[in-house]
């Protein structure tokens, strides 16, 4: 690498002296930063000279940024966090070729890197690290450029906590607020998290390790290392922000915050804290309404799917099962459903833990299952209410079921998740809980298990080709496959490399016909149960997202990652 070898270079041309060398390196274990940013700090050599030298060491032309008018779509080629890590800035594309400027012209790291991150052939000019760093706070106009940017940019006053109950003791809002470095990072990652698309913050404190990841699309990234130090005094931020105690560092929490950005946006996040061996882990998750989907059209639904779901949930009475794994999507399609259903002439009242939505025109009930308000006690109150339809947010257990069954059986429309990996499998579920078999049969009108599936990036989108053996693993005809098109994301800045770009549900949607309820009380397993719903056709899961490859909407190996095998 050029910094190992720098001091060496401009000693042999006599540009510093030994004692000036070794000052710069003293000050650079000390301090970090590059030997050359270090030798112009301390007034050694010029950053025009350090450039001119480079220039003249690697055979590569110097370029003046402040003369540089760099367009927006070239900037955005590149994302602000690769740029600063390598001392970079794209200033220009011709055909193939991105025309960057680097500080260290022979960090052919970097430029592998970029050549893989945006598909350009990379030409690097010359320019001083003082020059690109400027270019970079003037063209990258965001504020998630790592802690050196958090610490010192940004501002507060960008960001209102809603405090929605009591005031918060103002003591201890003072102590948490003293460190301003704590306050603008905790920010920042509020922020950083919304602008990245993430659905929840993990910060986890390690013997060595302190570490912050986002979820985004289904998948976990690590985003930041913030020192080790600070674990203490973010956690205890956190709570503090969603009135926690902070005193008690032994036992789990749970809150949640509400934030005012700007004027308009408020964002909602749900907290919990959980004490682990080195400190409190703290994962946020980011309830955004304005995110929420409602429109059942756009969740992914295929038509005959859409058309049945429709067709069970605007049935007089009966109860609709909407199922799947924890971050599967099925809150979204359960509110979707009752925006569908939310009429005047129509009382619905809700069950959930926790509300993550306000609905307007929807009686929302939070559970308290401390005060003894459970899912099934909130049932009961339901039934006294004059109810047309409910919704209860999980059938968790015995008690739970049979009060919503006997309500679906009694002129109610009920809606409610269970946590099963199949439409067919739920059936055993409400069995194994103590169920009849024939009040299963008599009551349900259709259950749903439904998954979400990664989309690929629609700006670096290109055809792939696949092995038959794929086709094979996953049984899919070769007629099937004839003249289609498999797709896959290369990896953008958009995307942030990973290919992929929000995400779409897979649906099996299965109606409870005539030859369902017979099966159920002939005793019939899951597996038989699928059999007759596939000749009834149903398509599961994995043929689902089968049709969503074939469509392009997505790749082949995130619907094996997604579902099982049928």
């Known amino acids: 690498m050029m910094t190992d070898r720098l001091g060496e270079l401009l000693l042999r041309e006599k540009l510093i002296s030994d004692e000036q060398l070794t000052k710069a390196l003293e000050a650079q274990r000390e301090g970090g930063g590059r030997l050359g940013f270090n030798l112009t700090k301390l007034g050694f050599v010029t950053d025009e000279d350090l450039t001119q030298f480079l220039s003249k060491q690697y ?129 920042f990652i509020l922020t950083d998290a919304i602008k990245k698309g993430a659905s929840d913050i993990h910060i986890e404190p390690y013997e060595k390790q302190f570490r912050v990841r986002y979820r985004i699309d289904g998948v976990l990234h690590e985003v930041m290392k913030p020192p080790i130090k600070l674990k203490n005094a973010i956690s205890s931020r956190i709570k503090i922000m969603s009135q926690l105690n902070i005193a008690e560092r032994r036992l789990p929490q749970d ?15 749900r907290v919990s804290v959980l004490p682990t061996l080195y400190g409190e882990k703290v994962v946020l998750r980011l309830l955004d309404k304005s995110n929420l989907q409602l429109d059942m059209t756009k969740l992914g639904f295929e038509q005959s799917a859409l058309d049945a779901f429709l067709g069970a949930i605007h049935q007089p009475w009966g109860i ?103 439409a067919p499998s739920t059936v055993n579920r409400l069995l194994n809980m103590g169920i009849e078999p024939f009040l299963v049969a008599s009551a349900t009108n259709l259950i749903l298990a439904q998954r979400l599936a990664r989309k690929i990036c629609t700006e670096c989108q290109e055809t792939v080709e696949v092995p038959l053996k794929v086709f094979e693993d996953m049984g899919i005809d070769n007629e099937e496959i004839k003249g289609k098109d498999f797709y896959t994301g290369k990896g953008c800045a958009t995307c942030n490399g990973t290919g992929f770009k929000g995400r779409i549900a897979l649906y099996e949607v299965m109606p409870f016909t005539e030859t369902l309820k017979e099966l159920v009380l002939n005793g019939a397993s899951s597996s038989e149960l699928k059999k007759a719903a596939i000749t009834e056709s149903m398509k599961t899961l994995r043929m689902s997202g089968v049709t969503k490859a074939m469509e392009g909407v997505t790749t082949l190996e995130e619907i094996l990652r997604v579902t099982m095998a049928d």
């Open 255 to 269: 809150g949640r915050i509400k934030l005012k950005l700007g004027k308009r946006r408020e964002m909602d996040y």
């Open 59 to 187: 055979g590569i032309p110097t370029v003046d940024l402040s003369e540089q008018e760099i367009d927006a779509d070239i900037i955005k080629l590149v994302p602000e966090e690769v740029a600063r890590k390598y001392h970079i800035m794209p200033i220009n594309r011709t055909g193939s070729t991105l025309v960057i400027a680097m500080a260290d012209p022979s960090n052919i790291f970097a430029i592998d890197d970029i050549k893989f991150l945006t598909g350009y052939n990379v030409e690097p000019l010359v320019a001083s690290e003082e020059a690109i760093k400027g270019a970079i706070d003037n063209y990258y106009e965001s504020d998630d450029y790592g802690l050196e940017g958090v610490f010192t940019d940004f501002d507060d006053d960008d960001m209102e906590v809603v405090q929605e109950e009591d005031e918060l003791d103002v003591s201890d809002l003072k102590k948490a607020t003293e460190e301003a470095p704590v306050v603008r990072l905790v920010n």
């Open 320 to 422: 609709v099962l909407v199922t799947g794994p924890t971050g599967s999507g099925k809150t979204t399609t359960l509110y979707s459903a009752l925006s569908d259903l939310n009429k005047i002439s129509d009382n619905i009242s809700t069950a959930e833990d926790p509300v993550e939505f306000n609905l307007m025109g929807i009686n929302q009930v939070q559970m308290h299952d401390e005060i003894g308000l459970n899912f099934a006690a909130a049932l009961r109150s339901f039934l006294r209410q004059d109810p047309d339809i409910i919704m209860v947010g999980e059938i968790r257990d015995y008690e739970t079921a049979e009060i919503a069954i006997k309500a679906a059986l009694t002129g109610h429309l009920v809606l409610s998740t269970l946590h099963t990996n199949d």
